[in-house]
């Protein structure tokens, strides 16, 4: 891959998007919409633990090794029963058409042509159908917002494994949204504008809880005609095929979407959850269960114990608490408690191929990259968001070769060393 880009380089063929990651976001903060960039660059609070994660990575370096053999560099692993191309997933990122309006279907097409796996989210803007069909034979995996409704909980589960989900994600850490100041100024959710809730209104479930709240609303004003619950299941399909951006304010004023967002904002999370759910969890699906959100060792050990299947070590891009630590900081002692027993996945921070060299060093298995290819996918849509994950993937392939590391095995802590020190590890 690597060596497809410089060519292209050397023949003077600009890159459609920027290769370096300040450039990048700098130009995706161009393009987009003022909410739009500030909701998907925004963190938590004074943002620094979104600082923290980044910051982290210059706590380490890579110390190269020289006449190894790299010829032919091996990035390619096996993961739940799928060969990944390199050790790169998308992670999943909700509300996508804020950033572009062909949104999830351009980021699976995207994945899809480089082989790579997508998380869809719980928030995406496209049915994870639609997008899983997109995708063709690529592995898809599916996030999952635990419901307070066990029965939309179970049928998200169930779209997923029907979908061909290779995983469940459960994300653990957004029970509640964090506080996020960027938005707050703005005052701008997008739930509350009705984006970001495609899998909810494509949802049977959903449908009728939606029905059910539109019911007895109407009984209760004694005037307007109640509809039946298939009306309602009816108009909620059709809510999938929304523009997208445009007259937002015409659909909110309507009854029904307005009844959508408010049933989504009633069943969206469930705070009280605790490691005792798991179980029903795990009698639901045979996918793999993979828990998204984990930073502490003892954590990492509980979710072991309850027969976890993999973790993602990550503090949701520091998107939820301000003054936590660098999800970075976060890997080396949960992979040391884990000690091999389930795949870690690492994400949080990671801007470069360099930077997934040394979350890979450090003992994840594969990373997931999030906020570079939002700023692709804002920039050029389906060819921004493939440009970006072919930088980063075609900056790791060259980083391995150059550190003397010729296959995943090779990148180990034996690569890295906290910087400034005058000694290997
Ligand atoms: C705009 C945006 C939306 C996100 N939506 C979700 C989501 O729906 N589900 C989820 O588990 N994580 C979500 N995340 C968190 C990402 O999966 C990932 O943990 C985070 O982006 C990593 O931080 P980084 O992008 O700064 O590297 C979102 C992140 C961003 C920036
Ligand atoms: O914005 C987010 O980070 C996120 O994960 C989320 C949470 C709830 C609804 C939509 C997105």
Redesign the pocket.
């Known amino acids: 891959m690597q060596a497809a880009i410089y060519r292209e380089g050397v023949f003077g063929r600009r890159p459609v998007v920027p290769t370096s990651p300040s450039a990048l976001e700098h130009a995706a903060r161009r393009r987009m919409s003022r909410r739009a960039y500030a909701?998907?660059a925004g963190s938590a609070g004074q943002e620094r633990t979104?600082q923290a994660?980044v910051d982290a990575f210059e706590r380490w370096q890579i110390v190269p090794r020289m006449l190894r053999d790299v010829s032919t560099p091996d990035v390619g692993l096996d993961l739940f029963g799928d060969h990944l191309p390199a050790p790169l997933l998308l992670?999943?990122?909700?509300?996508l058409e804020m950033a572009h309006h062909e949104a999830d279907l351009a980021v699976g097409r995207a994945a899809a042509s480089l082989g790579l796996p997508a998380?869809l989210?719980?928030?995406?803007s496209r049915p994870m159908e639609q997008v899983a069909d997109a995708m063709g034979t690529t592995p898809h995996w599916f996030?999952l917002?635990w419901s307070n409704n066990d029965d939309l909980a179970q049928s998200f589960v169930q779209r997923a494994e029907a979908s061909g989900a290779s995983a469940l994600?459960v994300?653990l850490d957004?029970h509640s949204l964090g506080w996020r100041t960027r938005d707050l100024d703005l005052a701008f959710l997008p739930f509350a504008h009705g984006l970001?809730i495609a899998q909810y209104t494509s949802d049977p479930v959903f449908a009728d809880l939606v029905a059910q709240r539109v019911a007895s609303g109407s009984r209760a004003d004694g005037h307007q005609p109640r509809p039946t619950p298939a009306a309602v299941r009816a108009l909620v399909s059709m809510a999938r095929h929304y523009p997208g951006d445009d007259s937002l304010t015409t659909r909110l004023r309507s009854p029904l979407p307005r009844a959508a967002v408010e049933t989504f904002l009633d069943v969206f999370s469930r705070p009280s959850l605790t490691w005792r759910d798991l179980g029903w969890l795990r009698d639901q699906t045979t996918l793999p269960i993979v828990l998204?959100g984990i930073q502490h060792p003892d954590d990492a050990a509980q979710a072991l114990d309850a027969g976890v299947d993999g973790l993602?070590v990550?503090?949701?891009?520091?998107?939820q608490v301000d003054d936590a630590i660098g999800s970075l900081d976060a890997l080396p002692g949960v992979v040391d408690r884990v000690d091999g027993r389930v795949p870690v996945l690492f994400?949080?921070?990671?801007?470069s191929g360099a930077d997934v060299f040394v979350a890979l060093a450090l003992g994840a298995t594969a990373v997931?990259?999030?906020?570079?290819w939002?700023y692709g996918l804002a920039l050029a849509g389906e060819r921004g968001v493939r440009t970006v994950l072919q930088h980063v993937a075609a900056e790791l392939e060259l980083t391995m070769a150059l550190a003397g590391c010729a296959s995943l095995a090779d990148v180990d802590r034996r690569a890295v060393t906290p910087a400034g020190r005058d000694r290997t590890p």
């Open positions: 909701y998907v979104a994660n992670a999943p990122i909700g509300v998380i989210s719980s928030q995406a996030q917002y994600v994300t957004t970001g998204k993602v990550s503090n949701h891009g520091g998107r994400d949080s921070g990671v801007r997931c990259l999030g906020r570079p939002v």
